[in-house]
């Protein structure tokens, strides 16, 4: 598998889908920039039992995103600083609305320099990134979360009785919850063509597994296939959540040529 080079801009697909699932409103927010550079792509989630929470994902999405079309950069020390802008305004609008002044919200962030081949993502909570490449998982981001520290959220879809506990009461990073926004921010990573990357809200890694993933990858001939195979898996499983859940998929060249190559057996 040949890495990408500078010689070309990484080719790169998307698509994207938002479910309100049991609950009366939506508070997700999905969010991307993609010129002939650069990219970026951001999924939010407001935390429930506080008001505002559809606000405080809109804000988190459309902050990071001008954030990082003003300065579009893969460094650690900019996505950190895109992230803070979020906090910050985040923070701003509490404070301006008393009634919505404990709105919080996850992030997941993917950023993308089309021109060398580099990636990196940074999130806070629980939204999820999931990096695979010849149809396997290479890796995920990990919860800020009480549930994912004692290994609850391991297999990507527990939950207690239908309870959505991780929402009110388990998540011990989300911003606006603190005056510094506590970033994880992955190293930088050289991108080769067949990956792919799902950014989703915890609404729909409850739902579906990791296996599911990539099973559904496997089959897919596109961006648009595979979210549209994860979208029926989870709806199968929809009674079973009373959350939102949401996703973004992103393709890194042309993955159901290299994941199959990469998963085909000798006959």
Excluded at 97 to 106: I, V
Excluded at 144 to 166: K, Y
Excluded at 207 to 222: G, H
Excluded at 226 to 243: F, G, T, Y
């Amino acid at each position: 598998m040949l890495e990408l080079t500078r010689a070309f801009a990484v080719p790169i697909s998307t698509s994207q889908f938002s479910c309100v699932g049991e609950r009366s409103g939506n508070q997700d927010a999905i969010g991307y920039h993609l010129d002939e550079y650069n990219a970026c792509f951001v999924v939010s989630d407001g935390v429930g039992g506080n008001a505002g929470g559809e606000l405080a994902a809109r804000i988190a999405v459309d902050t990071a995103l001008n954030t990082f079309v003003r300065n579009p950069s893969v460094e650690q020390e900019d996505i950190q600083h895109a992230v803070k802008a979020a906090n910050d305004a985040i923070l701003a609008k509490q404070r301006e609305l008393a009634d919505q002044s404990r709105m919080s919200a996850t992030i997941v962030s993917l950023f993308v320099d089309r021109t060398s081949g580099q990636a990196c993502w940074a999130h806070v909570g629980d939204s999820r990134l999931y990096w695979f490449r010849r149809g396997a998982l290479m890796q995920r981001t990990e919860d800020h979360s009480l549930s994912e520290r004692s290994g609850e959220a391991a297999l990507g879809n527990g939950t207690n009785g239908g309870e959505r506990l991780v929402k009110t009461n388990l998540l011990y990073r989300a911003l606006g919850a603190r005056a510094t926004a506590e970033t994880t921010v992955s190293t930088p990573q050289r991108l080769a063509d067949g990956d792919a990357f799902l950014l989703c809200t915890d609404g729909l890694w409850q739902l579906i597994s990791q296996q599911v993933m990539e099973r559904s990858l496997q089959l897919a001939d596109s961006a648009e296939e595979w979210l549209a195979l994860l979208r029926r898996a989870a709806e199968a499983k929809a009674d079973e959540s009373r959350d939102n859940y949401s996703a973004l998929a992103v393709w890194v060249g042309f993955p159901q040529q290299v994941t199959l190559a990469g998963t085909a057996r000798p006959v």
